[in-house]
């Protein structure tokens, strides 16, 4: 009779004095003798919602391979403290660094990041910034370019008022309105032109001092015999000439952070957690 999987340590909740208020996370303590630890950044808006479940899945299991988990939730968002009309992209990018150097002080290891969509992008703009302060990436579905994401983002809003036959808007002249220094609510979140900015003029490609960086790539694909999408396969290339070590990988498992009801990823998590398992084991 096989034994039964033991099951991870509690999560401990907490608060993180941060620049422009408290930041709420949540820590998942390794089982046994910790290996490592994952500073967790999430998606924007309703996906972080989406993605938590998903995320708690991977935090337990990380744990039963010795890795430690911070899933922080940026200012401005989830439980932390402030209003996502006052949060910035650098507001953001200082929260990554205050949980970074909790992360180091309560292991006293070196810090991998784990981002989920444009918590990726995030990820990948903090280690530019501070490469020196990052062990490995890991990328869930990772936002490539800020500026493509918010203009998907922005049609929610131009999709509502069509469909309440309202004066209708472009994403151009909603730019202009956030620029202008009008918050401007989109899928009942309000935008500030802080913070559209900051992801108008950030993308992977841009960041040439992601050098040398152990990077782990997962991205769905709706055939599992097809390739990463060709602007994956561009970067991911663009990364390699810089230096980094990518390991990319795909899985075909619901799209959970556009999805409304609960779905499950187990491939996706269980892929990530045997990679982990592999790169201690070799």
Not at 96 to 115: N, Q, R, Y
């Amino acid at each position: 009779m096989s034994k039964p999987s033991l099951a991870a340590p509690v999560p401990e909740a907490l608060f993180l004095p941060g620049n422009h208020g408290n930041l709420f996370a949540l820590y998942q303590p390794a089982m046994g003798t910790i290996k490592g630890t994952f500073l967790y950044i999430p998606p924007f808006a309703e996906e972080m919602n989406r993605c938590r479940a998903t995320v708690s899945r991977q935090t337990r299991e990380f744990a039963k391979i010795g890795y430690s988990t911070l899933v922080l939730d940026l200012f401005g968002t989830g439980d932390s403290e402030g209003e996502l009309s006052d949060a910035s992209w650098n507001i953001w990018q200082n929260d990554i660094e205050i949980a970074v150097s909790w992360l180091e002080e309560k292991t006293h290891l070196p810090v991998s990041i784990w981002g989920f969509r444009l918590g990726a992008l995030l990820a990948a703009d903090f280690a530019n910034r501070s490469p020196k302060r990052v062990n490995k990436l890991l990328f869930w579905q990772p936002v490539l370019e800020g500026k493509l994401f918010l203009t998907q983002y922005l049609r929610f809003r131009v999709a509502f008022l069509m469909d309440r036959n309202m004066p209708p808007e472009t994403t151009k002249e909603i730019r202009e309105q956030l620029v202008s220094g009008d918050i401007v609510e989109v899928a009942g979140y309000p935008l500030s032109g802080a913070l559209t900015n900051g992801m108008d003029g950030n993308k992977i490609s841009s960041y040439t001092q992601l050098t040398n960086q152990n990077i782990s790539w997962f991205e769905r694909v709706a055939d599992a015999e097809k390739p990463l999408s060709p602007p994956s396969v561009r970067l991911i290339k663009q990364l390699q000439d810089l230096g980094c070590k990518v390991n990319a990988q795909k899985f075909s498992d619901p799209q959970v952070w556009q999805l409304h009801d609960k779905d499950e990823t187990p491939n996706l998590i269980a892929a990530t957690t045997q990679l982990f398992r592999d790169q201690d084991e070799n």
